[in-house]
């Protein structure tokens, strides 16, 4: 796509032109969770990152000032939300490897909270609607990878992701009284690779 279609293409999304959006989000979707895989080494993260970032620009596409080609600000946006999620990771990282520390001190109390946990884990999946449970089942204890899933129950890809996202959300808004660390071990722990 050249500099000239490009302008066309993002004047077009600015004045709330969805297929153009589409038409971007198409173009661009694959090329930005591949460049994202690559700097987070998490392809169910770096979709996730791709997805959100889709979502705030069409909701900021009035507001949006770019500067250099387009491809140049979807990439270079995509990279700093990924740098941005890697030094989230470390700042979690730091705090599991606390918690940890001072779980070896006070072990009963631990193993309490995971029983729990475990336990409102299993009540929050049993809530989920029966689609998505089941998808999530797929995902987090079969460990089917997302097109793995699209093929048994013969849905898309897409929808996969976004029932995926939908319970992984559900679950964190339920089980937030946790400990972040500890949600994460038991509900995220599973890469789609």
Same mark, same amino acid.
């Given at each position: 796509?050249?500099?000239?279609?490009?302008?066309?293409?993002?004047? #077009?999304?600015?004045?709330? +032109?969805? @297929?153009?959006?589409?038409?971007?989000?198409?173009?661009?979707?694959?090329?930005?969770?591949?460049?994202? *895989? $690559?700097?987070?080494?998490?392809?169910? /993260?770096?979709?996730?990152?791709?997805?959100?970032?889709?979502?705030?620009?069409?909701?900021?596409?009035?507001?949006?000032?770019?500067?250099?080609?387009? $491809?140049?600000?979807?990439?270079?946006?995509?990279?700093?939300?990924?740098?941005?999620?890697?030094?989230?990771?470390?700042?979690?990282?730091?705090?599991?490897? @606390?918690?940890?520390?001072?779980?070896? *001190?006070?072990?009963? #109390?631990?193993? %309490?909270?995971?029983? +729990?946990? /475990?336990? +409102?884990?299993?009540?929050?999946?049993?809530?989920?609607?029966?689609?998505?449970?089941?998808?999530?089942?797929?995902?987090?204890?079969?460990?089917?990878?997302?097109?793995?899933?699209?093929?048994?129950?013969?849905?898309?890809?897409? *929808?996969?992701? /976004?029932?995926?996202?939908?319970?992984?959300?559900?679950?964190? +808004?339920?089980? @937030?009284? %946790?400990?972040?660390?500890?949600?994460?071990?038991?509900?995220?722990? *599973?890469?789609?690779?």
């Amino acid at each position: 796509m050249n500099s000239f279609e490009e302008n066309n293409l993002f004047e #077009n999304i600015q004045q709330g +032109d969805e @297929k153009a959006f589409e038409k971007l989000f198409k173009l661009y979707y694959g090329y930005l969770c591949n460049f994202a *895989t $690559k700097i987070i080494a998490d392809d169910v /993260a770096a979709e996730e990152i791709v997805q959100e970032f889709f979502v705030k620009f069409w909701e900021r596409r009035a507001d949006l000032k770019v500067e250099t080609s387009l $491809k140049n600000y979807l990439f270079r946006s995509v990279k700093n939300l990924c740098l941005n999620y890697i030094k989230h990771s470390n700042i979690k990282l730091l705090h599991a490897q @606390k918690v940890i520390a001072e779980s070896e *001190t006070n072990s009963f #109390n631990n193993d %309490y909270i995971e029983v +729990d946990l /475990a336990a +409102d884990i299993a009540k929050s999946i049993e809530e989920l609607p029966e689609k998505r449970r089941e998808i999530f089942r797929l995902s987090r204890e079969e460990g089917l990878k997302y097109r793995e899933i699209a093929e048994k129950l013969n849905i898309s890809i897409k *929808t996969v992701e /976004a029932q995926m996202s939908l319970a992984i959300k559900s679950l964190r +808004d339920k089980l @937030k009284k %946790y400990n972040t660390f500890i949600f994460y071990f038991f509900v995220s722990r *599973t890469k789609n690779i």
